[in-house]
């Protein structure tokens, strides 16, 4: 019998109020995780929207995430100025993530967070 250790990982992917529509943030790779699942928190003036492109490689070509391969979604009205929290999550098979903002957002921050891992994750010091 085989046993797996559950462990859990986050990463601060997101803090920045810049408009990423098409290049996205920082790569993330799923291998290894059941589940990853976005947390976000920010304010706006105007409309903003977080949205997912994936991969199969970490260097490739990025596409929008299909609806039907996210679970929730996150978005800021141009009245969410005091500040918004929400969650989504990503369940397609690509290889590596990436979070996408289309708007100017006044606060964003948007952490990773996986779990379900096969290992546990290490830090290099």
Known sequence: MT???IASQSTAIFA???DTTTTGGAAIPVDGCLELTFVCYGSASAAVTVSLLESDEEAGTYTAVAPEDVYGGF???STDSTGKAGVFAYKGWKNFV??????TATALTVIALKSGCRHCPTDAA
């Open 3 to 5: 046993t797996f250790e």
């Open 16 to 18: 920045a109020n810049e």
């Open 98 to 103: 990436k979070v996408a903002v289309d708007g």
């Open 75 to 77: 978005a800021l009205a």
